[in-house]
């Protein structure tokens, strides 16, 4: 498992519990942004917060920021920060964000898998419900282009099996703890 993987799976929450997919789901040529994912995204998970900050990358995708730390808002220590590339698609009506790890755009190694961490998304107020697809759902492993994972992900969206463990986000309020700017300062220093 690649360092960036580790990182997500205990970060990034949405995919707390996910395996990466080989491909991802959706083409980000034809994707759009949400501005009401825009901003920042908060939730503690075992002794650590986690924090996403959704920004917009161009006109069809995202540049997402994620970190995690322990301690203080007013004091944080780091824990890890990924970066990666998302966009959003529709299936059945519901919108699920892909996300790219950003060292892998632009010429990845041959053998590097590129592989994707993909949730279903839901927003209610001030708060993001990210739950994530279970790459190790058998019905993944044939799956080899995002027209395929479509049409499985379509056929079992009532099963429970390919879903992991959904957590819940909270919306930052601008100036809110953490203060963005300081936590990442934090990081750069580390």
């Keep these: 498992m690649t360092r960036w993987l580790a990182m997500v799976v205990c970060s990034v929450g949405l995919l707390s519990v996910c395996s990466c997919l080989p491909v991802p789901l959706g083409d980000a040529e034809k994707a759009a942004i949400d501005p009401r994912f825009v901003g920042a995204w908060t939730w503690a998970d075992g002794g650590q917060t986690n924090v996403v900050v959704f920004r917009p990358w161009d006109q069809r995708t995202y540049l997402v920021d994620a970190m995690g730390y322990t301690g203080d808002p007013s004091a944080p ?17 519901v919108p699920f964000v892909t996300m790219q790890p950003a060292d892998t755009l632009g010429g990845a190694a041959a053998n590097d898998k590129r592989k994707y961490l993909i949730a279903m998304l839901s927003l209610e107020a001030d708060q ?13 492993r044939e799956v080899g282009t995002a027209t395929e994972l479509e049409k499985v992900v379509t056929a079992n969206f009532d099963d429970v099996k390919m ?27 580390r």
């Design 77 to 93: 220590v780091p824990k890890y920060r990924s970066t990666y590339k998302a966009w959003l698609t529709t299936v059945k009506g």
């Design 128 to 140: 993001l419900v990210a739950t994530p697809l279970d790459g190790d759902y058998k019905k993944f």
């Design 163 to 189: 879903w992991g463990k959904p957590i819940a986000a909270t919306k930052l309020n601008d100036g809110g703890p953490p203060d963005l700017e300081k936590l990442g300062k934090a990081f750069e220093t």
